[in-house]
């Protein structure tokens, strides 16, 4: 039985754990049929471990997301690995100590730049280091977000950040649909990754979905998540774009 993924090519980011989002996605995508190649920073040798749990090899590209030059170089190689892309992850993000855990109202500017930049003006900068990659017969781009219509506990300059990363989705996705490029986002619940450690006092966070979401939440399975992503990533929602898909339980639809 073939998969949804037979066929593609998909680049994904952000494979730094077997517990992380990216990694599942990474795995459903292979399992569907798609070739995947992964970039990773700071640490791929992290990555190049975690990549040899995937049902297939694959290549691990070191790529700084706010490095000019990683960006520059990253066509060639992925050319010269897949000759060309169907689909994009982005699963980025990051903010400075001092711009989380209740320190909203002293956070310097500097912070908040590099968590706006990681974690927004990313996907602009990735979508279009891949564009040319896109070129043939378009293509899908699949980001991360965590709900930012609300201030959550802890989450501080990330929720600003993932405010204007929902926005930046959507402005690609109206600039580049004339080139069949579709930009989606994944709005998932709270997962034990290795960002959601960084927060400080995240169980505070993710206990509302203890209290509020309709269907049990597992904080610990990431998978509903990437099944989420290899959807959009495929060709069974081929006239959707701009669109932020909930993977939380519902919570998203539930009020205090």
């Excluded at 494979?15 to 190649?37: C, D, N, P, Y």
């Excluded at 060709?235 to 539930?254: R, S, Y």
């Amino acid at each position: 039985m073939s998969g949804i993924l037979d066929g593609k090519r998909i680049l994904v980011t952000g494979v730094l754990m077997e517990s992380s989002i990216a990694f599942h996605t990474a795995k459903l995508a292979q399992e569907q049929g798609a070739e995947i190649i992964l970039t990773a920073f700071p640490r791929p040798t992290l990555t190049e471990r975690i990549a040899r749990k995937l049902p297939r090899p694959t290549k691990v590209i070191e790529l700084d997301v706010t490095n000019a030059e990683h960006l520059a170089g990253l066509e060639s190689v992925v050319r010269d690995e897949l000759g060309g892309l169907d689909g994009v992850v982005h699963s980025i993000g990051f903010a400075p100590q001092d711009a989380l855990g209740g320190n909203f109202l002293n956070t310097p500017f500097e912070s908040v730049a590099t968590a706006m930049h990681v974690s927004a003006y990313s996907l602009k900068s990735l979508t279009m280091a891949c564009l040319p990659l896109m070129s043939d017969g378009g293509g899908s781009v699949v980001g991360l977000t965590f709900d930012a219509q609300f201030a959550w506990p802890q989450y501080d300059w990330m929720g600003p950040a993932k405010a204007a990363l929902e926005a930046t989705s959507r402005y690609l996705a109206r600039d580049l649909g004339k080139q069949n490029i579709r930009c989606n986002l994944i709005s998932a619940g709270p997962i034990g990754s290795m960002a959601a450690k960084s927060i400080p006092g995240f169980s505070e966070l993710a206990d509302v979905w203890n209290h509020r979401s309709p269907l049990e939440w597992n904080m610990s399975d990431p998978e509903p998540a990437g099944r989420g992503v290899v959807a959009l990533l495929s060709d069974w929602f081929p006239m959707t774009t701009g669109e932020i898909v909930h993977v939380d339980g519902g919570l998203h639809a539930i009020g205090a």
